[in-house]
């Protein structure tokens, strides 16, 4: 059985669902520390931190995958250092802890291009670069892909993690990152018209459709243990793209839109982060590769979208 902790968001919904496709709806386990609406098959509450609810659920359904998913991500985590740091690291060592000592197979947990700073360089961020990361949560995924690489090495635990650039999606909402405003600018726009940016309009970032997350997750946690050479975690690329050339883009489907720029403090935090990734490591070590670019992208958003506002019938 395969367990999904953090299965109600961003990336959690639309991977307990292709991994429901792919293995049968019983054989995912997903779980959220609040119940989900949509909750398609077998599911339980669980908090992440609660060690001995973990063991628990270990004891009855005996899962040999495990998504760990749950995490409070770059903006929001500014808002409370000390509980994001708390909530990031004690999870994940519960996890950890389980993959040496029960017989959990495989773990997957995300980093993100958030262990990158401003000592890095920032175009065609390279695998293995400086890392000096800004914010709590970034410092917390590069502390993560630390303890990852020194379960693998210490005890053997199969545990493999990419580092994801932004991630669009329609599904479900985003947990308060950096990158968001790449998604409300769609809903914005076909809510009103026009998108008030919190980043400036030059700001480029490393973004990813979530189809493209979903498959090249699945195809790493698919591939054969000696492919997978680096145990911290994978640069994974797609696509690059600044505020305004999203709604360049996003002006093809929607003639009328306007944009305009009202940076807050998450400007400090996108201009720490690299413009584009290299993830020549994933290609090579067990074939990424990504289907989606910026144009994609926008039709597959403003289609998605369209009925999703309809529905809320506004
Ligand atoms: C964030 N979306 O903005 C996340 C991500 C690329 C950064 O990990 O916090």
């Known amino acids: 059985k395969i367990l999904i902790i953090g299965a109600g968001g961003q990336l959690g919904t639309e991977l307990t669902a292709a991994l ?3 293995h049968g709806k019983d054989a995912v386990v997903a779980t959220d520390i609040r119940e989900i609406q949509s909750a398609d098959g077998p599911f339980e509450i669980l908090d992440a931190m609660d060690a001995d609810r973990l063991a628990e659920l270990q004891s009855s359904y005996q899962f040999t995958q495990i998504y760990h998913l749950a995490a409070i991500l770059s ?17 994940l060592m519960n996890i950890l802890e389980l993959g040496k000592n029960s017989g959990v197979k495989r773990i997957f947990w ?17 695998q293995h670069t400086i890392m000096d990361p800004t914010t709590v949560y970034g410092i917390s995924k590069l502390a993560g892909e630390r303890w990852c690489e020194y379960y693998f090495n210490k005890y053997n635990v ?18 308060g990152g950096t990158t968001d405003y790449a998604i409300d600018i769609f809903k914005q726009g076909l809510l009103h018209g026009s998108y ?18 979903v498959r090249g997750t699945i195809e790493l946690m ?14 994974l690329g797609a696509m690059s793209f600044s505020p305004s050339e999203l709604a360049a883009e996003i002006k093809k489907y929607l003639p009328g ?32 590769k990504p ?6 992208l926008t039709t597959a958003m403003i289609d998605g979208m369209k009925p999703l506002l309809k529905h809320q019938s506004v």
């Open 291 to 296: 289907q989606y670019d910026l144009s994609k």
């Open 20 to 22: 429901r496709e792919k």
């Open 158 to 175: 199969d545990v493999r993690s990419i580092r994801y650039p932004g991630l669009i999606s329609y599904k479900a909402d985003p947990g």
């Open 75 to 91: 903006a929001k985590g500014e808002n409370n250092p000390q509980w994001a740091w708390k909530l990031n690291m004690e999870s």
């Open 110 to 126: 995300p980093s993100s291009i958030a262990v990158f700073g401003p000592g890095t360089p920032r175009q065609q961020t390279p």
């Open 222 to 235: 698919d591939s054969a243990p000696d492919k997978i050479k680096t145990r911290s975690s994978y640069n």
């Open 257 to 288: 839109f306007s944009i305009n720029y009202e940076p807050d403090f998450r400007q400090a935090i996108a201009d720490s982060w690299p413009d584009s990734i290299n993830d020549d490591a994933a290609r090579n070590e067990w074939g990424w």
């Open 196 to 213: 008030t940016s919190f980043l400036s309009e030059n700001t480029y970032l490393p973004m990813m459709y979530i189809d493209d997350a």
